[in-house]
Structures are given as C-alpha cells and as structure tokens.
C-alpha cells in the first residue's frame, strides 16, 4: 500500500482519542486545520472532531511530507484574521518546524527553557501536539518567532 494510502494503525487511533480528551478538557479550538491529505492524518482529524465551533479545514498535497520551508510557507499564507491554527502533517517536518519556531538552532536559550522544549527537543512523537503563541502576525513568521505554550505526547495521556 503507498505511504499516502496508509491508514492510522490501532496506536494513532488511540493516541488521537487520548489527544481529542486533553485539547477537549485544556478547550483548544483552531479558527484554521491544514491538514495533508494522507489517509492517516485526514483519519486523525476525524478523531478529533468534533470542536466546539466548525473550524475552517483546508486538506492540501503541500502538506503531505512537507519540509519545514514548506510549513513555514503555509502558516506565512494564513491570514492575519486567522487567530489559531492547526497543523495535522507529518515527521520529520512537524518536529523540525517546532524546532524553528523555538529558534533552537539560532541560540534563543531563553525560549528553550522548561521541560517541554526540553522534551520536544528529543524528538516529536506521532499524535503530539505542540501549542506556540507567536509574537508577530502570519505573515511575518519567522525562526525563533513563538513561544512554546506546552507539548503533549499521547503516552503523557491516560489511555481513553
């Protein structure tokens, strides 16, 4: 079966029920979900569903694998009246976004403190879910431009 065609196994099934639990209970709910148009992460989003109001949802092949340049690309396109954002993509891109966001590798020390940049330094799990506040509009994204809010990984979770 191609990688695209690839259904989200028993493990992303539970993992995203767990997740849907905590962004539920911590009331997260994006304005805008992009989401690649791989199986397993139009599969996950349904897990997801349903949110408090319809956020709008753009699947897009961009997305699909995409590098960090690509995703900065992405979230740079959203509009400046777009307050919350939704990536649902795939690794390494996600990880190596996150990282960016945090300017890791640009020496911004000061965002990098705390447990969760630590741990998300480690590594980016499938189902995790990483909150970043910007400190400018879309458009104006940059390296080093957000502040990791928190990161979750499903095994952080109690199993639903």
């Known amino acids: 079966m191609p990688d695209h065609a690839r259904p989200l ?6 993992a995203a029920a767990a997740m849907r639990q905590a962004i539920t209970t911590l009331e997260l709910c994006p304005d805008l979900v992009l989401v690649s148009t791989a199986r397993r992460t139009r599969e996950t989003l349904a897990a997801l569903e349903p949110w408090p109001h319809d956020p709008k949802i ?3 092949d ?3 694998l995409a590098s ?3 995703l900065m690309d992405a979230l740079r396109e959203v509009g400046d009246g777009v307050r919350s954002v939704m990536l649902v993509g795939h690794n390494p ?3 190596e976004l996150a990282l960016t966001l945090l300017g890791a590798d640009s020496g911004h020390a000061a965002r990098l403190s705390g447990s ?3 741990r998300l330094m480690d ?3 499938s189902g995790a879910l990483a909150e970043f506040a910007l400190s400018s509009a879309w458009s104006g994204l940059a390296p ?9 990984c499903p095994r952080d979770l109690p199993p639903i």
Do not use: C, M, S, W
Request: avoid cysteine.
């Open 9 to 14: 196994n028993l493990r992303g099934r539970q």
């Open 58 to 60: 753009t699947e897009t």
């Open 62 to 64: 961009d997305l699909y």
């Open 68 to 70: 960090v340049a690509a």
């Open 93 to 95: 891109g996600l990880h």
């Open 116 to 118: 969760d940049a630590r």
């Open 123 to 125: 590594g980016y799990p």
């Open 144 to 152: 080093g431009g957000a502040k990791l809010v928190r990161f979750l």
